[in-house]
Each structure stands twice: as structure tokens, then as C-alpha cells.
């Protein structure tokens, strides 16, 4: 019989029963039922004392231990049995934790006791977050430069980096007139920036690092690093001469080269033969070359005659041939193929004056077609190697590409890229003009594109394919649809959200 309330129990060490033993004794007392947690908005984060803040998914072991370390010093003076969430709303800013615990009491007897613990979840901005609102603090930065008077790759970097999600863990991003600066808050995630840069484009780089601050007692030092990268001083559609040690080793391809793409390597290719080769960043800098021309040194020719060359005979020890496919206004496939035209100036069409040479657009002239290409026969080279070359070598013109109505074009571009959120100054209509070169790359080139996000411009009706002077464009299926998702769907954004 229990010696409180008479009801018959299987014997015990207390002689008491269950229900009187627990209303004469609170094995849970001492135990905290209300606990605070705090937790940072802006970086998804929880405070962890004494100093620390961890990322935690809801639900989560390691949320679980956060939460258990909280309660620690009154847990020690019983035995945790089990612990487990109980589902709450998400926006209740409320956890509730389920406990079950005994411990030791009258004589010897274990009590097991089952009770929730609730967690009140407190905004506190850690420190970082405090430091990327303040917007004036960073401890490495790094700084990509080319020295190049064209933005191409720069453009084409940019979107690597919004496809690959690099510029989340940046607090600033700043243009300035010849490269891009990328400030952090650790020098770990500024090494991470400078591995990508290495993976994705030619270059090269510095780092430095400045003592800002030092606690001789405890022996820790507060620097600030700069990462100085460099990027190879060449853009797509550059001429460029290369060395004559250099394009021996390439196959014995001709100096004169045309860039036709730079992506983690330099591509070339000779307009002569139609022979390529891939250049890396460490082979530019052991045998440097620069551009010939000035983008705006461009120049339009229109096509007098063109014919195909069939049959080229080879030299011995020659390099691969250009079997890339190209995509035309029809998207049949066909390859980089040899011609040899006759082209003269729109700006001379009240001369006789024509140029012949070779070029790696056989494939997409036809006569009456216009193209852009530089005169170098009219054109004041200053290079060492190409002083060096003998000038029957040197051809008069090398065409690049074919020239389009780029207001059609404009118009009729259904697409669009996204930005990165920089601090930039103003854009002048050069820099203009330079994205708009290299939205008319990514229309021509489908390996660069397969490197990008595209998306579909609403705005602008879907029209066919087909274009009435075979310019390039770029197909729905190719497009992504740009998805604009509200942050509360049940608030004043929802029905857009729905629509």
C-alpha cells in the first residue's frame, strides 16, 4: 500500500506511488522553461556563446545542440533520456523543445519526468553583418585589372561569376575605369574569388598583406591582403603576332593570328590556314604578345568576290584545323572555312582600290556582303615582332567578322543577361557600344553561351527565326525564364506572386 494515498503498488524503494511521488517531488526544477536564443536576420545565423555564430536549419542536430548547450548547467544534475522538436510555425519565432529526463530521489527511487522547454528566437545582427552595413570595413580585397582597351572579357566574367553564385560572400563590389575590385570580410573567401579567376580566365597574380593591428601578449595579428590579378591583355577579335619561338611551337602556324574566343585559354586561329591553337595563361606570359589594333580601328569593307579554297597543302608539323561549328541565321552547321576574297573600303568606293586576302569567313561571305577587318597595309604597326617579319608575310587586310544592322539587331533581341550590383561610375556611350559587342558575341559564338544564363526579355514579342540578312540569333530553347518570387506570398505581394 503507498503511505500517502493507500493504493495498492508493486513494492517500491520509497513506498510512495508514482503520482504522489511526483507531487512531492519536481525532478525538473531548476530547469529553465523560457530560454532566449538569438539569432541574425540578415546572415541566417545563430549566436552560439561565448562568441560564435553558427548556420542552422531548422529542426536540426546541430540546432538541437545549440539549443540543449543553452540549459546545460541544470541538465548536469540529471540524466537527458531523449530530446526532440515540436513543430512550430516558422514566422512564431518560437521553438519548443521536448525533453525527458531522471534522476535519482527518496531512497533510491529513479523518477523519469517528461516536459517542453520553450525558446524564444531574439533578432541580434552579429558582428559581421554589423561590418557589411558600415560598408567601410574589409580585410582583403581582390583587385582584377586588364590592360586592354576593351571590356569584353570582363563582361563575359561577370556572368561566370553570377552562374557560379561568386559574388554572394563579396560586401563590395567597385568598377573603376580599368578592372573591378572585390572587397571581403575574410581572406579565405578572397583566396576562393582568386582559384575561380584562375579556373576561368588567363591571368596572373600578386598578393600583399598589410599589419593593421597586434596584441603582443597574446600574439595575434590583425592584416589586410590585397590579391592584385592580371588578366591577359587580349579580347576577342584581336590581331595579334605572335613570336616567332612561340608559333613554331604551335605547329608552325603562322604569326598573324586572330582571337577568336578567350575563355580559360586564349584561342587563335590562323586566317591563312584555318590552323588553331589554345594559348594558357602560363605559356602568355613566358612569350608575351599584345594586340596590333585598336577595336575602333575597325574598319568596313564590302565583298567584291570570294571563292573557296578546296584543297590547302599542308607544311610538315602542323597544328589541328579549325573544325568548329557555327550556327547561321537558318542554324544549318557548317565549319570554319578557308576563302580567298577580293574586298575594298566603303569609305574608298569612288576608287579601284581593292585588297586581297585570305580569310577564315568563307562559310557566311558572299559578294555585297560587308565586313569589318583592319587595313594593315595602311596602318602604322608598332610591334617588335611584326617589324621583325618579313612584309610579304604580313597581309594587307585580316577580316574579323560580318557586319550586320546592329539597330535591327537591338530591336529584335528578345533576350537579355543580368548585372552585377556594383558601384560604378557613369557609363559613357564607348562602354555602351562595348556591351553591345559583346551581346552580338554571344549571338555569334554558341561555346560562349553554353557559359551563360540567359533569359527571356518579356517585354519584347516572340518573332520567328528567321532574319532577313542571316544575322545570328539566339533560340527560345537556348532562354531561361527570369523568375521574380515575392518574400511573403501571404502578404500584399502575393497575388503577384500568383500571376
Not at 527571356?456 to 523568375?483: F, W, Y
Request: glycine residues 4%; proline residues 4%.
Amino acid at each position: 500500500m503507498c503511505c500517502e494515498c493507500g493504493v495498492p503498488i508493486s513494492p517500491n524503494p520509497a513506498n510512495i506511488c508514482v503520482a504522489c511521488l511526483r507531487s512531492k517531488v519536481d525532478i525538473s526544477q531548476g530547469i529553465p522553461k523560457q530560454v532566449s536564443i538569438s539569432f541574425c536576420k540578415q546572415c541566417q545565423r545563430y549566436f552560439q556563446p561565448p562568441g560564435a555564430w553558427i548556420q542552422c536549419a531548422l529542426e536540426s542536430r546541430e540546432l538541437l545542440a545549440l539549443c540543449l548547450k543553452k540549459i546545460k548547467a541544470p541538465l548536469s544534475k540529471v540524466r537527458l533520456v531523449d530530446a526532440g522538436f515540436v513543430w512550430t510555425e516558422p514566422h512564431s519565432k518560437r521553438l519548443k523543445v521536448k525533453l525527458t529526463i531522471q534522476k535519482e530521489v527518496m531512497n533510491g527511487a529513479i523518477l523519469q519526468q517528461v516536459f517542453v522547454v520553450d525558446y524564444i528566437v531574439q533578432p541580434q545582427m552579429c558582428g559581421d553583418c554589423h561590418r557589411v552595413e558600415a560598408k567601410d570595413f574589409w580585410k582583403a580585397v581582390v583587385q582584377v585589372r586588364q590592360k586592354t582597351l576593351h571590356k569584353k572579357t570582363f563582361y563575359y566574367l561577370e556572368q561566370l561569376i553570377l552562374k557560379y553564385g561568386m559574388h554572394q560572400n563579396t560586401l563590395r563590389i567597385k568598377e573603376i575605369h580599368d578592372g573591378l575590385d572585390f572587397y571581403y570580410s575574410s581572406k579565405q573567401h578572397a583566396q576562393k574569388m582568386v582559384e575561380f579567376l584562375q579556373c576561368t580566365v588567363p591571368c596572373r597574380y600578386k598578393s600583399s598583406q598589410r599589419l593593421i593591428s597586434q596584441d603582443i601578449h597574446s600574439n595575434t595579428y590583425n592584416y589586410k591582403s590585397t590579391f592584385s590579378v592580371e588578366i591577359v591583355p587580349i579580347c576577342k577579335d584581336n590581331v595579334v603576332c605572335l613570336s616567332p619561338k612561340l608559333a613554331q611551337s604551335l605547329g608552325n602556324m603562322n604569326q598573324i593570328c586572330v582571337c577568336i574566343r578567350v575563355t580559360s585559354a586564349i584561342h587563335l586561329i590562323d586566317p591563312n590556314t584555318l590552323q588553331v591553337a589554345d594559348i594558357d595563361g602560363n605559356t602568355f606570359w613566358s612569350h608575351p604578345f599584345n594586340s596590333l589594333c585598336h577595336p575602333k580601328q575597325l574598319e568596313e569593307f564590302i565583298v567584291m568576290e570570294c571563292s573557296i579554297v578546296r584543297d590547302l597543302k599542308r607544311s610538315a608539323g602542323a597544328g589541328m584545323v579549325s573544325k568548329k561549328i557555327i550556327e547561321e541565321c537558318v542554324f544549318f552547321p557548317v565549319k570554319h572555312t578557308l576563302g580567298e576574297v577580293w574586298v575594298q573600303k566603303t569609305s574608298e568606293m569612288n576608287t579601284d582600290k581593292q585588297y586581297f586576302c585570305r580569310t577564315h569567313l568563307g562559310h557566311l561571305l558572299n559578294p555585297g556582303d560587308l565586313v569589318l577587318g583592319f587595313d594593315l597595309a595602311n596602318c602604322n604597326l608598332n610591334d617588335e615582332h611584326v617589324n621583325k617579319m618579313n612584309s610579304e608575310r604580313v597581309p594587307d587586310v585580316v577580316l574579323i567578322k560580318k557586319s550586320y544592322d546592329r539597330t535591327k539587331r537591338q530591336r529584335r533581341r528578345n533576350w537579355k543577361l543580368k548585372e552585377l550590383a556594383r558601384d560604378r561610375e557613369n557609363m559613357d556611350t564607348d562602354d555602351e557600344r562595348q556591351y553591345q559587342d559583346f551581346l552580338e558575341d554571344l549571338e555569334e559564338d554558341e561555346a560562349i553561351r553554353k557559359n551563360v544564363n540567359i533569359y527571356r526579355d518579356s517585354t519584347i514579342p516572340v518573332e520567328s527565326d528567321t532574319d532577313d540578312e542571316g544575322a545570328p540569333r539566339i533560340s527560345l530553347a537556348e532562354m531561361l525564364e527570369d523568375l521574380h518570387i515575392s518574400q511573403d506570398a501571404t502578404g500584399e505581394e502575393g497575388e503577384s506572386m500568383m500571376t
